[in-house]
């Protein structure tokens, strides 16, 4: 326990005590002033500071302020029990508001304590500890079993398996070994690794995913944006109230007694408190946040939790999302060339992309591309790629590429992506290339459908034939097909114009080429794109792994974190309300309004934290 909790625990037994025998004394309770001052700023000196610490700085109507004035016109209508146990009861309600608060940051900042503090390196033959901010690109570390990777780099020694529970949500330890890529805050289980360092400290993956989660809470969503507005004209306009309360009834009502009804205004200061929505509203979404990152699902805010709990419209990229986007080439058809001549050029046009389907060519070429014979490469975004090879003209693409150059061409209707080739004007044949639906994504597209999300469409850049496949076996009844990336910004416009204002668009994407769509839509999600700095920048919401499952249930998530909100809101208002009445008409005493104001804050604060427990 911190040092602070066991100061509190202290102060509060002590005040505890001497209320008791203070209580118990058979002397008049004026004999007792002195004594019940004392034992009154023991327990409330914090308060009190923090009142007039806030006053003198401009605000002045917070839970501090009320208090203070609460008690201290306790004090002043000769209630002094009362006043110390307003103060006693509502320390210790603070205690178990902080206990609660801190034990779900701590469950929060252990979930994402994936930063290593060091990187083992060697010099002189040793292997010493060196802070991560001072490796370099290059660097050779070494990662003894046990350990956390610190950076991200690339296997050159050794075989292990590695537990990527805090990035991806996931149990499954996954085996590396020499050329395997490894990623920072990867736990290393069994052997030792010998890591070349290819990205520096501020770039790697843990502190990419721990700088998100530190800035998720600063976007807040509209229902704290609105509590935070409700609580700065709400407490104000309780405190005026409480004042007529206390004042116009004994003037206005014969045989009224100011001291009751001061006595009824004090009680109508505790409640009005705010504390139980200001503190459990925003620890509901960071609840949700922290329960999503326990999945391997990355929320940058509890505005994209609200977002995603109103979704009404889904948008899927095809390949990469629904699908595996690890192509295979399963067809060479040569038209006027070999089949040789017709890898060869289409090797040499991919040699300088790292998309899946370039590399699918150059892996059945068998050998690297000599790059050095290539020249003018231009990609043509939507169409393919157009170069000169040994000075000759090359296209290599889509049906839209030949179409655009006047090349003759077959026109084929398989399952899968189709690449055409030509050299000068002359038609080399073409290439198919395919992809396998993901295991999982027909499953989840059943869970969103189940989660009241009906409204799922398929964009792709492949042929209609393909497209059409795809969604037929997913599930999926809208697609839109043989598209250009600016012609998905235009589809998601659309959808969104024909959508409800309470409604809100969805686009997932592989966050390869889909920035401008995922940036577009109410909420962008990012697959796979662990490791992938683009996906990481562009989207509102980052599934850490490759699996479409995780999106209804980062659904699921959202909306639970939704319900639990106004779930706070409800009880909270309706108790205060409900408590305010009857201080208001002498119904309710000080204990009343204790618990209005801090038993309240304590349950909508353990409801919030089912959330990230997950109850």
Same mark, same amino acid.
């Given at each position: 326990?911190?040092?602070?909790?066991?100061?509190?625990?202290?102060?509060?037994?002590?005040?505890?005590?001497?209320?008791?025998?203070?209580?118990?004394?058979?002397?008049?309770?004026?004999?007792?002033?002195?004594?019940?001052?004392?034992?009154?700023?023991?327990?409330?000196?914090?308060?009190?500071?923090?009142?007039?610490?806030?006053?003198?700085?401009?605000?002045?109507?917070?839970?501090?302020?009320?208090?203070?004035?609460?008690?201290?016109?306790?004090?002043?209508?000769?209630?002094?029990?009362?006043?110390?146990?307003?103060?006693?009861?509502?320390?210790?309600?603070?205690?178990?508001?902080?206990?609660?608060?801190?034990?779900?940051?701590?469950?929060?900042?252990?979930?994402?304590?994936?930063?290593?503090?060091?990187?083992?390196?060697?010099?002189?033959?040793?292997?010493?500890?060196?802070?991560?901010?001072?490796?370099?690109?290059?660097?050779?570390?070494?990662?003894?079993?046990?350990?956390?990777?610190?950076?991200?780099?690339?296997?050159?020694?050794?075989?292990?398996?590695?537990?990527?529970?805090?990035?991806?949500?996931?149990?499954?330890?996954?085996?590396?070994?020499?050329?395997?890529?490894?990623?920072?805050?990867?736990?290393?289980?069994?052997?030792?690794?010998?890591?070349?360092?290819?990205?520096?400290?501020?770039?790697?993956?843990?502190?990419?995913?721990?700088?998100?989660?530190?800035?998720?809470?600063?976007?807040?969503?509209?229902?704290?944006?609105?509590?935070?507005?409700?609580?700065?004209?709400?407490?104000?306009?309780?405190?005026?109230?409480?004042?007529?309360?206390?004042?116009?009834?004994?003037?206005?009502?014969?045989?009224?007694?100011?001291?009751?009804?001061?006595?009824?205004?004090?009680?109508?200061?505790?409640?009005?408190?705010?504390?139980?929505?200001?503190?459990?509203?925003?620890?509901?979404?960071?609840?949700?946040?922290?329960?999503?990152?326990?999945?391997?699902?990355?929320?940058?805010?509890?505005?994209?939790?609200?977002?995603?709990?109103?979704?009404?419209?889904?948008?899927?990229?095809?390949?990469?999302?629904?699908?595996?986007?690890?192509?295979?080439?399963?067809?060479?058809?040569?038209?006027?060339?070999?089949?040789?001549?017709?890898?060869?050029?289409?090797?040499?046009?991919?040699?300088?992309?790292?998309?899946?389907?370039?590399?699918?060519?150059?892996?059945?070429?068998?050998?690297?591309?000599?790059?050095?014979?290539?020249?003018?490469?231009?990609?043509?975004?939507?169409?393919?790629?157009?170069?000169?090879?040994?000075?000759?003209?090359?296209?290599?693409?889509?049906?839209?590429?030949?179409?655009?150059?006047? =090349?003759?061409? &077959?026109?084929?209707? *398989? /399952?899968?992506?189709? $690449?055409?080739? %030509? @050299?000068?004007? +002359?038609?080399?044949?073409?290439?198919?290339?395919?992809?396998?639906?993901?295991?999982?994504?027909?499953?989840?597209?059943?869970?969103?459908?189940?989660?009241?999300?009906?409204?799922?469409?398929?964009?792709?850049?492949?042929?209609?034939?393909?497209?059409?496949?795809?969604?037929?076996?997913?599930?999926?009844?809208?697609?839109?097909?043989?598209?250009?990336?600016?012609?998905?910004?235009?589809?998601?416009?659309?959808?969104?114009?024909?959508?409800?204002?309470?409604?809100?668009?969805?686009?997932?994407?592989?966050?390869?080429?889909?920035?401008?769509?995922?940036?577009?839509?109410?909420?962008?999600?990012?697959?796979?794109?662990?490791?992938?700095?683009?996906?990481?920048?562009?989207?509102?919401?980052? =599934?850490?792994? &490759?699996?479409?499952? *995780? /999106?209804?249930?980062? $659904?699921?998530? %959202? @909306?639970?974190? +939704?319900?639990?909100?106004?779930?706070?809101?409800?009880?909270?208002?309706?108790?205060?309300?409900?408590?305010?009445?009857?201080?208001?008409?002498?119904?309710?005493?000080?204990?009343?309004?204790?618990?209005?104001?801090?038993?309240?804050?304590?349950?909508?604060?353990?409801?919030?934290?089912?959330?990230?427990?997950?109850?």
């Amino acid at each position: 326990m911190a040092k602070r909790q066991k100061i509190d625990i202290a102060v509060i037994m002590a005040t505890a005590i001497s209320l008791f025998v203070l209580l118990i004394v058979p002397v008049d309770n004026s004999a007792k002033l002195i004594p019940y001052i004392a034992v009154y700023l023991l327990i409330g000196y914090e308060i009190l500071f923090k009142a007039g610490r806030n006053i003198l700085s401009g605000e002045i109507f917070d839970e501090n302020f009320l208090m203070s004035i609460a008690t201290i016109g306790a004090f002043a209508i000769a209630e002094y029990p009362e006043a110390v146990s307003v103060m006693l009861f509502y320390r210790v309600g603070e205690f178990f508001q902080d206990y609660v608060l801190d034990k779900s940051r701590k469950s929060i900042s252990d979930l994402v304590d994936i930063k290593q503090d060091y990187a083992n390196v060697e010099v002189n033959g040793e292997l010493i500890k060196k802070d991560p901010h001072n490796i370099k690109v290059g660097d050779i570390i070494y990662v003894k079993p046990g350990e956390r990777i610190p950076l991200d780099g690339v296997v050159i020694e050794g075989s292990s398996s590695l537990d990527a529970s805090a990035l991806t949500g996931e149990s499954m330890p996954k085996d590396v070994s020499k050329g395997d890529s490894v990623l920072s805050g990867c736990i290393n289980l069994s052997g030792l690794l010998t890591v070349k360092v290819e990205k520096p400290y501020t770039d790697s993956t843990a502190s990419k995913i721990l700088e998100l989660v530190e800035y998720a809470s600063a976007k807040k969503a509209r229902t704290e944006k609105f509590i935070t507005r409700f609580a700065r004209i709400y407490t104000p306009v309780v405190v005026f109230a409480a004042a007529f309360l206390a004042v116009l009834p004994p003037l206005l009502i014969q045989d009224a007694s100011f001291k009751d009804w001061i006595h009824r205004a004090l009680i109508f200061l505790v409640v009005s408190c705010p504390c139980a929505l200001v503190i459990s509203i925003p620890l509901g979404f960071f609840g949700g946040i922290g329960r999503a990152s326990k999945r391997g699902i990355l929320v940058k805010g509890g505005n994209y939790l609200e977002n995603m709990a109103m979704v009404d419209t889904m948008v899927f990229d095809k390949t990469g999302t629904l699908t595996e986007g690890t192509f295979e080439v399963t067809q060479i058809v040569p038209r006027n060339s070999t089949k040789e001549e017709l890898l060869r050029v289409s090797a040499h046009a991919e040699g300088f992309s790292n998309h899946p389907i370039a590399e699918s060519i150059i892996k059945v070429y068998g050998k690297e591309p000599d790059t050095r014979k290539v020249r003018n490469v231009e990609e043509i975004a939507g169409h393919g790629i157009k170069a000169l090879l040994d000075g000759e003209l090359i296209l290599v693409g889509n049906d839209k590429l030949m179409e655009k150059h006047g =090349i003759k061409y &077959d026109r084929v209707d *398989k /399952i899968g992506t189709v $690449v055409h080739a %030509a @050299k000068g004007s +002359v038609y080399l044949g073409y290439i198919v290339i395919s992809d396998k639906i993901k295991i999982d994504t027909k499953g989840a597209v059943e869970s969103l459908k189940r989660e009241g999300v009906h409204n799922l469409v398929m964009l792709t850049g492949d042929s209609e034939r393909t497209a059409v496949h795809v969604a037929k076996e997913v599930g999926i009844r809208k697609v839109y097909s043989s598209l250009l990336p600016q012609d998905k910004v235009s589809i998601v416009e659309k959808l969104l114009a024909e959508m409800g204002k309470k409604k809100t668009l969805v686009f997932v994407g592989d966050g390869m080429n889909d920035a401008p769509v995922l940036m577009r839509a109410d909420v962008g999600i990012a697959m796979g794109a662990l490791g992938s700095d683009s996906a990481i920048e562009a989207a509102d919401i980052v =599934i850490m792994d &490759d699996k479409p499952s *995780k /999106i209804p249930e980062a $659904v699921q998530i %959202a @909306k639970k974190t +939704v319900r639990i909100v106004k779930q706070n809101i409800t009880i909270a208002l309706f108790v205060k309300i409900l408590v305010l009445l009857l201080g208001a008409f002498g119904f309710a005493n000080m204990w009343a309004a204790v618990f209005a104001d801090v038993g309240v804050s304590i349950i909508t604060i353990l409801n919030a934290v089912r959330i990230y427990k997950g109850y």
